[in-house]
């Protein structure tokens, strides 16, 4: 079974510049996550799908982050214009379910660096 | 809010001997549980859960130890090898819940 796909695997650009992560879930997982990883930090959560609809984007910076999860499946997360704290690893994660009684499987991530 | 805490940032141990590896929440309506373990340049990988109808759950040299009343939550890693080297994320979710709370992680050293 193939896993959760991600890329760019990393990507530097400058503040103010704009940056788009992509993410293909494992197949039939009807929940899709963008999580934020600072380092020495947790992941935390950014956006959540349910399909195509979003569940939870309460900690999204809805400023500068959007999020799209296209027919249910693929998704991106854009960042415009990027700033020097958004520097951190982006790990998109998929699941059956919703919490409750299931894990979520994660991507290898996209490492930013904004400078 | 900090709902998932691991006090530890760190932890070294001997080949051989037993990790031990804590994660406390605040939160009593969490009841699903979760340990992922996560490499240098690789995204987290899912190791053990636990349901909070158990106290306790094992797989292979993995056991996973729920006490509720405490809101505690432990790893017991028995016997650590190199391999296990890694940082260790606590994760909680629940069926009131529609997402995961992660911890901030405890490095996890095996020496040889």
């Known amino acids: 079974e193939a896993g959760v796909a991600q890329s760019p695997r990393y990507k530097i650009i400058e503040k103010r510049q704009s940056v788009a992560f992509w993410c293909n879930p494992i197949?039939?997982?009807?929940?899709l996550y963008w999580y934020q990883q600072i380092l020495g930090q947790g992941p935390k959560l950014l956006i959540q799908f349910q399909n195509n609809g979003v569940v939870d984007d309460s900690q999204l910076p809805k400023d500068r982050f959007s999020a799209e999860r296209l027919k249910g499946v693929d998704s991106t997360l854009k960042i415009q214009p990027a700033k020097l704290e958004d520097s951190a690893v982006y790990l998109c994660?998929?699941?059956?379910?919703?919490?409750?009684?299931?894990?979520?499987?994660f991507g290898q991530g996209t490492r930013l660096t904004v400078v | 809010d900090q709902q998932v805490k691991q006090n530890s940032p760190s932890l070294s141990v001997q080949e051989g001997r037993i990790s031990i590896l804590n994660c406390d929440y605040t939160n009593s309506m969490f009841d699903y549980f979760l340990w992922y373990k996560k490499y240098p340049a690789e995204g987290p990988t899912f190791l053990i859960s636990i349901s909070s109808i158990k106290d306790k759950n094992e797989d292979g040299r993995f056991t996973v130890f729920l006490n509720k009343s405490a809101k505690h939550l432990s790893l017991h890693i028995v016997p650590s090898q190199p391999g296990d080297s890694a940082v260790y994320f606590c994760a909680a979710s629940g069926s009131n819940f529609n997402k995961f709370y992660f911890g901030s992680g405890t490095k996890l050293n095996v020496k040889p």
């Open positions: 994660a998929s699941s059956l379910g919703t919490g409750g009684d299931t894990e979520a499987f």
């Open positions: 197949s039939g997982h009807a929940t």
